[in-house]
């Protein structure tokens, strides 16, 4: 029993001798009201360019994009158009048998001709009508002929009248059917036909082959302009407020890494959607070298706004105290970080912008978070790499140096 308390005793004692030799060494360490020294890494408040940037994803459309289908049914007979093809306004695509529509137009024309025949014939009868109306109401100023007869030669006029109406509609109708059959001949010849530009286009997508039986309608190939391509991305609503009409847009895509294209905004959309809490807009980009292709992602940067000659420090010199971000501004002189508060701008590239207030010198970037306001601290030398000038490893050194 005795022999376990002589032996706890002397860890006692060694414990204490080892309390008393960090308490002195940290005593040797410490600032003026007893707190340890850190080390600390700073860097210098600078002056640069803050840039308020945007990033955004999103898809790559065509400007514009229709499918070429065919009016009328019918066998495709041709197509002369592949996928990749360019193709001018007007342009036949394809081309339906026509045989059909050619025997209609044919008798079309037949029709109209026998209804033409009958309206010279109405007419002939109604000039004798005319005619004979005449004479018998000569006749009775005369009193040669009677009232009946007159009366007889007016409805027979009359009747010869309306005959004459009958044909002339006819005529019109026959007319029209030919024209109709004119226009359905000439939907056999399928053509790309747009209203803007008259620029090239080019096919997109090749729906079927010739040979195939096609009802109205039936797609048979698409016609894209992607000369301007339309990017889309959405914003949250923090950036909706920044976006302009006209605002210049820098495109990026995995396709052509390295690679910038131009654009700018051309359309916001006049609402955020509820489900997404994003609004759609849509930036025009040109196209003329034909690089970018529809569906292709992107990344497009947005330039909000510049702020020259602005106040930054690096962002990892941002820390907080009592709820208050700030930074700590290092006293090289006295070895003492002053904590100031700060209003806190925009990042740009690893420097934050600091509004207020007006800072000069250098800031602590690393060690921070064991700093209090007026904390003794430790900083490296500026040059740290600096060395004398000296033999290299295994020169000999001038005469009489000791190796």
Known sequence: MKRYIVVAALVGIAAWQ?????????????????????????????????????IFTGTL????????????????????????????????IAEIESEEYLQQLDQAKAELEVARANLADVKSALEIASKELERVKTLRQKRIASESELDASAAQFAAQEAKHKVALAQVAQKDAALKASQVRLSYTEIRASWEEGDSERIVGE????????????????????ISVLTGVIHVIEKDYPKMRIGRNAEIHTDAYPGQAFSGRVARIAPLVKEMTRTARVELEIINSDGLLKPGMFIRAQIEFSVFENATVVPVDALTKRGGRPGVFIADRENLKAR??????????????????????????????????????????????GARKPGPAPGEKGPAGSKP
């Not at 010739?210 to 009802?215: D, I, K, Q, S, V």
């Open 18 to 54: 080892i309390y008393v030799r960090m308490s002195n060494t940290a005593t040797q360490k410490a600032g003026p009201r007893g707190r340890v020294a850190v080390a600390v890494e700073t860097a210098a408040v600078q002056k640069s360019t803050v840039r308020d940037i945007g």
């Open 339 to 384: 904590f100031s508060p700060a209003e806190i701008g925009l990042t740009d590239q690893g420097l934050l912008q600091i509004l207020s207030p007006e800072i000069v010198g250098e800031v602590v970037t690393l060690g921070h978070h064991l700093l209090e306001d007026g904390s003794t601290i430790i900083l490296a030398e500026k040059d740290p």
């Open 206 to 225: 090749r729906f079927v082959d010739e040979g195939a039986m096609l009802a109205a309608n039936t797609p048979i190939v698409s016609v894209l302009d």
């Open 61 to 92: 459309y065509p400007r514009s994009q229709f499918v070429v289908a065919p009016k009328v049914a019918g066998r495709l007979e041709k197509l002369h158009v592949k996928m990749a093809d360019r193709v001018k306004k007007g342009q036949v």
